[in-house]
């Protein structure tokens, strides 16, 4: 199959390299060229634009940081969608908003496009073993053509519903996940003042009910200080962003959210903003007076 990635940076490049190895033919294009190294390397192929991509592919998909990103480059001058014929799919891959997606949806349906969202959940590490689960929403028999595609990026591909329900399930997921990120740097603050190792709570909490799995990233982040890059503070903010604006628009309440986006925010004007999502608990650190590390 024809395939065209649009994005091809953290995430994007390792979705894109399992693709390529599933045996299909793959054209690749990203603002920068250097990222595609590795892909053209393996034998894929490199496109001029976004255009160019979409015209030599059967379906493409865009991983991409912001919805303004995927908006450009699909209905923007030379995008996707100039480029895509009738019968063609397009997955974006990316943390979008339903609105933006319907947009993007009302361009497809013009030129006789298929557009799905397909948001995915798992890390840079699921993108790279292709365990990532992959919340689609769109047209249920162009799923169903292209599951075997989805299936080489993520082991956990699932159907959603209509256009706009995988945003809204990866959105209502990553809202989960980030807000406890800063509830347990709280959590944790509190114990490690009180008197207790953090190795000791993280042992402790790990095998009782408080356990979640944005722990998971604590031995060998938080307490090694490793604020590597990764998924980045920047894109926190925005997708927990993404989640208290939904609730705006549908007149849901969530305050519990909008303390949990100020503290993304916080870590953001501090100039963390590069740095790994985990990074927010240095915001509660400086408060509390209190580093989240084990004692030496």
């Known amino acids: 199959m024809k395939v065209g990635f649009i994005g091809v940076g953290f995430m994007g490049r390792h979705m894109a390299r399992n693709i390529l190895k599933g045996g299909h033919d793959l054209t690749v294009f990203d603002i920068n060229k250097d ?64 609105s933006t997606i319907k947009r993007i949806a009302e361009a497809g349906n ?39 595609v989805l299936d080489l990026i993520g082991d956990k591909a699932m159907y959603c519903g209509g256009l706009g329900s995988g945003a809204v399930s990866k959105i209502v997921n990553n809202l989960i996940g980030l807000s406890v990120g800063v509830l347990l740097s709280e959590a944790f603050t509190m114990g490690i003042k009180a008197g207790v190792d953090a190795q000791t709570l993280f042992e402790a909490v790990s095998g009782s009910s408080g356990n979640t799995t944005s722990m998971r990233s604590f031995p060998n982040g938080i307490f090694q200080r490793n604020f590597d890059p990764g998924f980045q503070v920047d894109l926190a903010a ?44 240095r915001v509660q650190e400086e408060r509390s007076g209190v580093e989240i590390k084990p004692n030496e």
Do not use: H
């Open 35 to 98: 990222a595609a190294e590795e892909l053209l390397s393996l034998g894929a192929t490199w496109a001029a634009s976004p255009r160019a991509a979409a015209q030599a592919s059967e379906v493409v998909f865009t991983s991409l940081p912001r919805p303004q990103d995927v908006e450009e480059v699909t209905t923007g001058e030379g995008g996707l969608m100039s480029g895509m014929s009738s019968g063609t799919a397009y997955f974006d891959l990316s943390t979008t908003d339903p």
């Open 110 to 148: 013009a030129r006789g496009v298929q557009v799905l969202d397909a948001p995915v959940s798992g890390g840079t590490g699921g993108a790279e073993a292709a365990t990532l689960c992959v919340m689609v929403g769109g047209d249920k028999d162009t799923y169903d053509k292209f599951k075997p």
């Open 238 to 281: 925005k997708d927990v962003g993404l989640a208290t604006q939904l609730g705006r628009d549908l007149r849901v309440p969530m305050e519990m959210s909008n303390i949990a986006q100020q503290r993304y925010i916080d870590a953001q004007n501090k100039g963390w903003g590069r740095l790994a999502a985990g990074a927010v608990a």
